[in-house]
């Protein structure tokens, strides 16, 4: 509890924030975000949409595989 209010009020402390939002470090880390955002959207556009199709299949089959591994490692723990 103590640590939660200390960070509401560091929050809350708009020379505090005005100050870390100037600071080098994070005006880095924001642009960095953005950069990576952009490119990031960029590539989307050039992603073949049956590629995507097929790993969207192989992602459900994995996932599906693994529940059933799962609840057949939790049968074999139970007996």
Known sequence: MP???????????EHLVQRLAESYPVRRAAQLAVSIFYRGKEKLHDIDPQKVNRLVTFLSKFRQNLKEGIEDAKRQLKK
Not at 3 to 13: H, I, Q, T, V
């Open 3 to 13: 640590l939660r209010s200390l960070f509401r009020y560091l929050a809350n402390n």
